[in-house]
């Protein structure tokens, strides 16, 4: 099948996640026509052959026999010159591994691959809550943090590709330790696992009602009002905002989303945290960029941003 052929009718976006894979077919104007879903439970089940066998049978029950490209969103420092992953913190095992050559041979089909918080921000700028805006600062807030970052409408990748990683901002000296190796990294309080670090510290200070077993039960218990999870929430915010204020002071964007599966709750810290950086960043660099805004393509911003770059072969809006 030609090469015109296969985009006219679409592509496939992966979206490699710390608890899961995610994968949609979409027509070449954007539209999702099928879905799919994987689960990764525990380290096991993140090594990279299993990883890339998930992938495979993804996109055969998504396209059976078919040929559609295939785009996929990758955790990590993704090396574009030399086409290696070097490093994905939440992944042990995947240094300088060639994903893209690997399911190339594995799928038999042209494949694209781009760091997972990257594809993000293209799908948001494609078809989501980034639409027609050229300067934007994206966060996805789920096993860990990825970043995305447009501007002038081009994305920003640093040399080799491997740069734009917001979530690897120190914010706290001698903080905790980050699957980077380093400490203090915005990734440890304002990821997933990081919130529910936060609400522990919080509930083993102040008990009150049951210990927290899932972000979502810190939210839940704020909203009643218990003073830890209160206190755990305000803390999130903070430490989000101050992972936020230099990247809005770096690139003055027309606008902040936020996505991932923290970001689910949106509604609950949004309110707080546009005030801290009201507070916080220089009003010139921050003018325009508020209300924030809540990914609208939800927990398939990855996959539909990598099908995007495997359909237009550029990282332009």
């Known amino acids: 099948?030609?090469?015109d052929a296969?985009?006219?009718?679409?592509?496939?976006?992966?979206?490699?996640?710390g608890h899961g894979l995610k994968a949609v077919r979409v027509t070449a104007s954007g539209l999702i026509v099928d879905r799919g879903r994987i689960a990764l439970d525990g380290v096991d089940d993140r090594r990279a052959t299993r990883v890339e066998a998930s992938v495979h049978e993804l996109v055969e029950?998504?396209?059976?026999?078919?040929?559609?490209?295939?785009?996929?969103?990758v955790p990590g420092f993704h090396d574009q010159t030399t086409g290696l992953l070097r490093q994905s913190p939440n992944f042990p095992g995947w240094e300088d591994r060639?994903?893209?050559?690997?399911?190339?041979?594995?799928?038999g089909r042209r494949v694209a691959?781009?760091?997972?918080?990257?594809?993000?921000?293209?799908?948001?700028?494609w078809t989501g809550a980034a639409r027609g805006v050229r300067n934007v600062v994206m966060l996805t807030l789920?096993?860990?943090?990825?970043?995305?970052?447009?501007?002038?409408?081009?994305?920003?990748?640093?040399?080799?590709?491997?740069?734009?990683?917001?979530?690897?901002?120190?914010?706290?000296?001698?903080g905790r330790l980050c699957g980077c190796g380093r400490r203090g990294c915005l990734e440890t309080y304002a990821s997933?696992?990081?919130?529910?670090?936060?609400?522990?510290?919080?509930?083993?200070?102040?008990?009150?009602?049951?210990?927290?077993?899932?972000?979502?039960?810190?939210?839940?218990?704020s909203d009643r009002g218990e003073k830890w999870a209160v206190a755990a929430v305000a803390r999130f915010s903070s430490d989000l905002a101050d992972g936020l204020?230099?990247?809005?002071?770096?690139?003055?964007?027309?606008?902040?989303?936020?996505?991932?599966?923290?970001?689910?709750?949106?509604?609950?810290?949004?309110?707080?945290?546009?005030?801290?950086?009201?507070?916080?960043?220089i009003p010139a660099c921050l003018a325009g960029a508020l209300p924030l805004r809540h990914a609208l393509l939800g927990g398939d911003s990855g996959a539909v941003g990598a099908a995007r770059l495997v359909l237009t072969g550029d990282k332009h809006q």
């Open 61 to 73: 029950t998504l396209d059976p026999g078919g040929q559609l490209p295939v785009g996929v969103g």
């Open 113 to 125: 691959t781009e760091n997972d918080g990257n594809c993000a921000l293209l799908g948001e700028a």
């Open 142 to 174: 789920g096993t860990g943090v990825g970043s995305g970052f447009l501007v002038g409408g081009t994305l920003l990748t640093g040399a080799r590709g491997a740069g734009a990683e917001g979530g690897h901002i120190a914010i706290h000296r001698d």
């Open 98 to 107: 060639a994903v893209a050559e690997h399911l190339r041979d594995l799928l």
């Open 6 to 17: 296969i985009q006219s009718e679409g592509a496939i976006g992966v979206d490699i996640g």
């Open 1 to 3: 099948m030609a090469r």
């Open 192 to 221: 997933g696992p990081g919130l529910q670090l936060t609400g522990a510290e919080e509930h083993r200070a102040a008990p009150e009602g049951r210990a927290p077993e899932r972000p979502e039960d810190i939210f839940e218990a």
């Open 245 to 281: 204020v230099p990247l809005v002071h770096l690139f003055a964007p027309a606008a902040i989303v936020l996505g991932g599966g923290v970001g689910g709750a949106f509604d609950r810290f949004a309110p707080e945290l546009e005030r801290l950086l009201r507070q916080r960043a």
